[in-house]
């Protein structure tokens, strides 16, 4: 039995990363059957976070502010470098780590069409440049991507006196920094390596 309403929701379920139609039916069926608070309050969850919810115009990271608590409060001494948002809330596990972030939202991808100018490169150099930054540490995804985005960047700072790091290992090749977990990612932070 086709119903419209039903398969419109379960394909909004299914534009969502990872979760296939099995799962987005589950959870079509679970708003069916919850009450109509319960309803109206996810879906004023979802519309309040995309009208509340912006990039820093620091780092780049999801802020409701102008510029996010972490840049009012850190140490701009040292910046820790990352491909999107996601992967600030991981490296947030690491301990020791006083200094800010910055989201490049993307890396360089020739084959996706993605070129330097496609990501925040120019705004951490702004960055680095206003605030005398001394490191940079490169926390960008250990794949192809990761490796040419974190050489590209150290090409550009290394002549301009800034200290570049990368993760030391420990974070696994073609991994992804979000589902690593809080010791893997503090020791990679402590054995991170200039490059």
Known sequence: MYIESLEKLINSFRSLPGVGYKT????AYSILNSDNEVAKQFAQNILDAKSKIKFCEECGNFSETDVCEN???KSKDVICVVKEPKDVVAMEKVKNFDGVFHV???TISPLEGKGPNDIRIKELLARIQKYDTKEVIM???????GDATAMYISK???PLGVKVTRLAQGVSMGSELEFADEVTLTRAMESRIKI
């Open 104 to 106: 490049l939202h993307g």
């Open 24 to 27: 987005a039916q589950r959870y």
């Open 71 to 73: 840049c009012l409060k």
């Open 139 to 145: 926390a960008t995804n250990p794949d192809v991507e």
């Open 156 to 158: 550009i700072l290394t």
